[in-house]
């Protein structure tokens, strides 16, 4: 294998506890949210931790997403956020997943080519996004569904008056549509508390350690760190510039680090100037703009470190993310596919 000078090393451990946080919250059934290559971290291995810390349902956005992860271990179950739309017949019928549903137009698709078999059907309840309007509910009538669903639009602000209006409008659904479990809690619903957990939870987020809501960290673990090899070692003289648009000016010889990640792995250009390198436990600024593939670090207080080593990158996902002024998700679905994917424990 071709070696990769930069590194994500990824904790099954937290992984797993914050999904036990989410399932002792939700006291219901557990799911999971793997779209988009599981949060940037590799849907597969997310799976495959996940099911044997006891999950069975998970929740990709298309079917190739669902192909890609292979064959599913005995009892494990698949859903396909984005339903059955005009291209997806072949692809529904080679796949155990099942399609959630999300327009009458694919609810008349399901039920031409593939009749009796099970599906789930997402019901819009204020979100406007995907989902059966609460008037077209007559339409599911005869569907075998195994889960209702609804999505919510604010549930990271307890406060916002739409959480308790959405909730009214599910729980209306839920009483005119028959499936065998009914779902409507994000990571940041199942903190609303129990009365929106419903049969089963569909936690993302706070499961790869981002906080679902402002406070929620002190209980998630983080799943994500982030390593990164020196390229070069050089002092830059006092008075000379670094990197593009040359922001930072050294006032003193300066040792700097050059490191082998840049914007295109993900890290945020807007860190530039923000950012921190780890080197053991001292931390060492980042100094000038992050270019695509590069990032210069002082390394005045780690004068030892060379070319080849490693050091690591302060990455905490919501610190960064309030930093960069992106969210959280952004942060992770931006790991770039030139890391290396280490899981650890
Ligand atoms: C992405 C997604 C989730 C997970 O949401 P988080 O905010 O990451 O917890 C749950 N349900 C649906 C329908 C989604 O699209």
Redesign the pocket.
Known sequence: MVHRPLRLRLSRQALADNWRFFAARGGVETGA?I?ADGYGLGARAVLDTLYAAGARDF?VATWSEAAALGELPEGARLAV?HGLGPDDGQAASASPARPVLCSLGQVRRWRAAFGERPCDVMVDSGMNRLGVGGDELDALEGLDIDTL?S?LACADDPAHPLNAAQRERFAAARARVRARRYSLA???GILLGPDYAFDLT?????LYGGA?APGAEAFLSPVVTVETQVLQRRVVRAGEAIGYGATFVAERDTPVAILNIGYADGYPRNMSGQGHARWGGTLLPLLGRVSMDLVAADVTRADEVREGDWLGLDFDVDAIARASGISA?EVLTGLGSRFARDWTD
Do not use: T
């Not at 569909?202 to 706070?206: A, D, K, L, S, T």
């Open positions: 949210a779209k929740f956020l669903h999505h994000n990571s940041a569909r936690p993302g987020i706070g679902p998700y």
